[in-house]
T-cell receptor
Framework: AQKVTQAQTEISVVEKEDVTLDCVYE???????LFWYKQPPSGELVFLIR??????QNEISGRYSWNFQKSTSSFNFTITASQVVDSAVYFC????????????????FGQGTILTVHP | SQTIHQWPATLVQPVGSPLSLECTVE??????LYWYRQAAGRGLQLLFY??????ISSEVPQNLSASRPQDRQFILSSKKLLLSDSGFYLC???????????FGSGTQLSVL
């Protein structure tokens, strides 16, 4: 069975602080995909990043960076110089391979982390 | 470009009433379609997914059903709503099994 744990329920920071959102996952699959989604107050989930299990390179996109460590089954997300607009719920998600016929790309989500950035 | 439409945005229904939420995708063909529910506590639960017309798989047996009458149309239904059906319902699509999901704007359902 797959499981995603986001231990931080809520995080509150002041603008311009750096913040890291933790994500730990469990899977028996050797091939899998990890995702981060952002859910602003509007409710719609916005895709941020997809990472496959073969590629452990860290990725940076503007103020966002992701640290994937297979050895610790973690896929942490860091926002540098946070802004008020970053306030949202952030979800980490895991998807197994489609082989086997039952996966069909189903995502297993963590419970989410509420990030509040104060001005 | 591809877009996903989901309606209504909010819905208040009495217990025992029927439900129909609709989701349509534009700009793509043969997408995988999904219904998720986000209950209190913010976790997202997969309810149904579909890989083609008339093909529906249920993840959690419950008071809801789904149908896919057309390639890009996905409907979530219930004959009799329960209080526990309240929540935020999200439709999503993906092109391919391991591609990212694109979500609709969601429907906030309150069953009273």
């Amino acid at each position: 069975a797959q499981k995603v744990t986001q231990a931080q329920t809520e995080i509150s920071v002041v603008e311009k602080e750096d913040v890291t959102l933790d994500c730990v996952y469990e899977t028996r699959d050797t091939t899998y995909y990890l995702f981060w989604y952002k859910q602003p107050p509007s409710g719609e989930l916005v895709f941020l990043i997809r990472r496959n299990s073969f590629d452990e390179q860290n990725e940076i996109s503007g103020r966002y960076s992701w640290n994937f460590q297979k050895s610790t089954s973690s896929f942490n997300f860091t926002i540098t110089a946070s802004q008020v607009v970053d306030s949202a719920v952030y979800f980490c998600a895991l998807r197994g391979p489609n082989a086997g016929g039952t996966s069909y790309g189903k995502l297993t989500f963590g419970q989410g982390t509420i990030l509040t950035v104060h001005p | 470009s591809q877009t996903i439409h989901q309606w209504p945005a909010t819905l208040v229904q009495p217990v025992g009433s029927p439900l129909s939420l609709e989701c349509t995708v534009e700009g793509t063909s043969n997408p995988n379609l999904y219904w998720y529910r986000q209950a209190a506590g913010r976790g997202l639960q997969l309810l149904f997914y579909s890989v083609g017309i008339g093909q529906i798989s249920s993840e959690v047996p419950q008071n809801l059903s789904a149908s896919r009458p057309q390639d890009r149309q996905f409907i979530l239904s219930s004959k009799k709503l329960l209080l526990s059906d309240s929540g935020f319902y999200l439709c999503a699509w993906s092109q391919g099994f391991n591609e990212k999901l694109f979500f609709g704007s969601g429907t906030q359902l309150s069953v009273l």
